[in-house]
Structure formats: C-alpha cells, structure tokens
C-alpha cells in the first residue's frame, strides 16, 4: 500500500537549532547588504561612464589648430593693416562662447 500519493519518506529534516539559525540570518543579512552595495557601486560605474562619454565624444580634436592660426592671424604685430591686439579678450571671449 505505498501509494505515491499517500508514502511519506522515513528520512527526518535535521532542523537548524537558534544559534544556527541566528548565524544563517546574519549571514543573509550581511549577503543583503553587500549585493546592495555592489549594485549601486555599478550603477556609479554606469554613470560616470555616461557622463565619460557624453563629455569627450563632443571634443574637436581641431580645436587647439583653430585656436593657434586665429590667434597667428589676428594677433599679428608686425603687420600694420591687421592690428587686432586691441579686441583681444573680446575676440577670444567670442570664441570660447561658440565652441
């Protein structure tokens, strides 16, 4: 009469005593807690990494060349005709505006 609906196993479940019981919870705690921290140290990640990324993808790798034949140009001394040293800071301010 060992019917698969109504056998019971002969095999007992050893059950955790308190102390056992009261280290497994720590543990899980302290597991809890640690998955916490991890993931908000890769959501950090993810946003600096954003924030990387949005920075130096709108770099123009031209700048410093513009920069340099504008000043060489404007900034000229020796040619009598094109004396720009006076609107220096102005014409710099403007530049520095539009990048």
């Known amino acids: 009469n060992q019917s698969p609906f109504t ?3 002969q095999n007992r479940v050893n059950r ?3 102390n056992e ?3 497994a919870r720590d543990r899980r705690l302290k597991e809890l807690h640690m998955w916490s921290i991890i993931r908000e ?6 946003f600096l990494t954003m924030i990387y990324l949005t920075t130096y993808s709108n770099i123009n790798s031209n700048a410093f060349l513009q920069v340099k034949h504008l000043r060489n140009f404007f900034l000229n001394t020796k040619q ?14 403007v530049l520095s ?3």
């Open 7 to 9: 056998y019971r196993s």
């Open 80 to 93: 009598i005709d094109r004396d720009y040293t006076k609107v220096r800071s102005i014409l710099l301010c």
């Open 41 to 46: 140290l890769l959501t950090y990640l993810c």
């Open 16 to 18: 955790l005593d308190e």
């Open 97 to 99: 505006i539009q990048w």
């Open 21 to 23: 019981l009261a280290r």
